[in-house]
Structures are given as C-alpha cells and as structure tokens.
C-alpha cells in the first residue's frame, strides 16, 4: 500500500501491526521501484524490511546525539504534511480539511516547544526523536493518528470546557501565533545583534507613533442616501463614486446578494423583498457592518450608505453600535498598537486595519431624494429601464407597496435628521435623473 494513498479505515492499531504494514506498504511500489528494490536485496542478501529498519534505526540515533537534529526532525514532519495539504486545498471533504489543521496546529505548538529542545536534551536527548515518532503517527494515513488524537484526547477537553472542537483549534492557532510572535522578538544574546536590534527596535517606534498619530486623526465619512424607490439613488451615488472615490453601499444589492447566494435565508429575504415588506433590523445592519469593514480595510474614503436607514429605529441603532462603541474599540486598540506593534512593523499593518473599521462616525450628511409617486411609477414600470427590469422586486404592485412603506417608516427618519441639522432635500423629475 503507498504513502500517498489515503485508506478508508488505519491500519495500524497497535505495534504488532507496525511490521506486517510495513512489510505490505514495501511491496507495493511501482514496477521501476520494485525492480530497484529487488536488485539491491539480490546483491547484498538483506531483505528490504530489514532495510527499512536499519535507516529507522539510524534516523533515530541521529535525531538523538546529531547536530542537526532539528533540522532532520522539522523537514520529515514538514514535508509529507505540506505535500498532502496542498492536495487538499480544494477538497470538498471537511473531515480531511479539519484533520490537516488539527496536525498544523500540533506542529505548531512543538514549534513553541522547540525554543526549550536544548534544555530537554541536555538531561534526556529524546525531544527530536520524540516529536518526529509522534507527528508521523498523527499524519499516515495508516494509522490515522490525528482524527484518534482528537476522538480520544480532545474531545474529552472539549467536553469539559463546554466548547465546539472547531473553536478550540481557531483560539490555538491564535495563541501559537501570539506565542510565536513573542519568542521571535525575544533578546538577542550577542552584543553586537542586539545594538542593532536596539537600534531597529528605535526606529520602528517612531515609524510606529507617527503611524499611530494618523490613525488617532482619520476620520471616515458616512452620507446616508434616502429617498422613495426610484428616486435615483443609485444612479447618483454612482456619480458621486465617480467624482469623489467613495464607496457605494446599496442595502438593496446587499440584500440581493444575500438572495443570490442561496444562504439559509436567502428564500424569505426573497419572499418579503417581493412583497414590498421591511427586512429585519439585524440583518441588515449585519450586512452593512460587514460590507463597511470590507471596504474600510480596503482603504475606503467614505460611504455613501444608499437605502439606509429604513425607518428611524435603524438610524438609532447604526448609530449606538457603529458609533457610541466604536470609541471604546478605537481607544483599546491604540493601546495595543501601542503594546504590541513596536516590536513588529509588519504587524502595524494588520493592526491598521482591525483599527480602521472601528474609525467611523455617526451620518455627516443625509441626502434626501425626493420625487411625486407617479413619476416614481412611472420610471421604475419603464420597459426601457434596463436597471429596473432586470429587478425582480421592481413591478407596478411592489412598488406601490414600497412606496406606502417609505411614507410610513422613512419619513420620520428624514425629519429626524433635519431636526440635527444634517439633512440635505433634493427634488428631482424625471428629465434631471435620466
């Protein structure tokens, strides 16, 4: 049986399998390598499973008292687990997807682990022979060791920290990689390395606060777009995209997309959309957020939110869980750049980034769209609008429906605006927006 080919069920149960395994897996080759084999076991009289345990056993002294017995140990458990979780990329298998990741996250923690290998060692040389024996047996396919060590010893831990496997393996990869980060920039030992990492270090800090002095002043726009369906929004903020370099966001195309996806609720998102009804609340604010930091960690120069808000409860809410809580993410995240990031300029940019999408306000400005009904109908029933007829919720009767909706919920929303003083009326026809 080959290395490479992957078995229904392991093999190996216990060591008296370990030969017999052996023995087959040495006997099933390619004809070429079968006659390489053969010819080697003719000219010395030595039969290949006493080959095979002969370089076992001198791989072993050597990941013992070698000098580069790390090197050896890291490369064997690198290699064939590299190669086997590029195969699996595109796999439509979840169990072998979350098997590669169970062995990395392993791997992993014995790469922590390695800082103190020199300590072990010196009272018992076992610790390379010991990790490269254990990492073999969680990635063959033989004996499967990777899906036994999480059935048998992990899941247990999970039943009694009353959390998913799945979470688990995310919060210890996230820990490694803290863990890691913090053993790379441990002091150097020599001198001379460490005037120069000192020197670095100094360097990275006053990149870091004057970054850092960017971020504190950035402020990120937000134009909320309303107005009755048809008014033209879309066709607007397009222009103003064009002129401006804002972002369009369409709580529309956004609830369109959701649709298109085929998700879990993308058959009652349709349903209502095709009545003409609200969509709840948290939806919406959900896709928005998520399509703001999308955006924002793109380098977004502001929003231009169309669609948004429906009625005046949503405006109240954008503006409690995007605004009043973005000082305190703001404040705690400088902090940590402030902690963290010095010791690693690369770093800055991902931290940039998780600090930009909390970097927003509340509305600057409100622009309100307005139009009489019949031209509204009008525009939005046109067989000539390709925009409206390629919609399935633009037809006579949802739009009335619409239309009765934005009197009842929007409304409000634009008065409530103007009474801030940010609300900014514009009356159209039909001639100004073709």
């Not at 850092?212 to 009755?228: N, S, T």
Request: overall charge positive; some cysteine.
């Amino acid at each position: 049986m080959s290395l490479e080919q992957e078995v229904e069920k392991p093999t190996i149960n216990s060591f008296d399998d370990v030969l017999p395994v052996l023995s087959q897996t040495l006997h099933d080759v390619s004809p070429t390598t079968e006659r390489c084999i053969s010819a080697l076991e003719n000219s010395t009289g030595i039969k290949r499973e006493h080959f095979a345990c002969g370089i076992a056993a001198i791989a072993a002294a050597y990941l013992m008292i070698g000098v580069e017995a790390g090197f050896v140990c890291n490369l064997i458990c690198f290699s064939y687990p590299a190669y086997k979780s590029f195969q699996k990329v595109d796999s439509q298998s979840t169990d072998n997807v979350l098997k590669w990741l169970l062995y990395w996250v392993i791997f992993g923690t014995f790469t922590v682990l390695d800082r103190f290998a020199s300590d072990i060692n010196r009272h018992l040389p076992i610790y390379w022979l010991f990790k490269c024996i254990f990492c073999i047996y969680l990635f063959l396919p033989q004996t499967d060791g990777a899906n036994r060590f999480r059935n048998n010893v992990l899941a247990p831990i999970f039943k009694i920290l009353n959390r998913k496997p799945r979470e688990i393996v995310s919060l210890s990869v996230f820990l490694f990689a803290i863990s890691h980060f913090e053993l790379q920039t441990k002091p150097a030992t020599d001198p001379a390395l460490a005037a120069t990492r000192k020197e670095s270090t100094t360097l990275i800090q006053s990149k870091v606060a004057k970054k850092v002095e960017v971020i504190r002043k950035a402020q990120i726009p937000i134009f909320f777009i309303i107005g009755p369906p048809g008014a033209g929004k879309g066709t607007q903020c397009a222009k103003m995209v064009e002129k401006y370099g804002l972002t369009h966001l369409s709580t529309g195309d956004l609830l369109r997309a959701e649709v298109a996806s085929c998700g879990s609720r993308a058959n009652e998102l349709r349903q209502k959309m095709e009545n003409g009804e609200l969509i709840s609340m948290r939806i919406v604010l959900d896709l928005l957020k998520e399509a703001m930091s999308r955006a924002t960690i793109n380098g977004s120069r502001g929003f231009l939110i169309d669609g948004f808000p429906r009625d005046l409860i949503q405006a109240q809410q954008f503006e409690s869980e995007v605004s009043q809580s973005n000082n305190l993410y703001y404040e705690t995240m400088v902090k940590q750049v402030d902690l963290i990031v010095r010791k690693n300029e690369k770093n800055l940019c991902i931290k940039q980034n998780l600090l930009y999408v909390f970097i927003v306000r509340i509305p600057d400005l409100v622009i309100d769209f307005e139009a009489k009904e019949k031209v509204l109908l009008d525009r939005c029933t046109n067989s000539k609008n390709k925009f409206c007829r390629d919609r399935f919720d633009d037809n006579i009767e949802t739009m009335r429906k619409r239309w009765e909706t934005y009197k009842l919920s929007s409304l409000p929303v634009a008065e409530y605006y103007a009474r801030k003083g940010k609300l900014l009326r514009v009356i159209h026809n039909l001639l100004y927006l073709s």
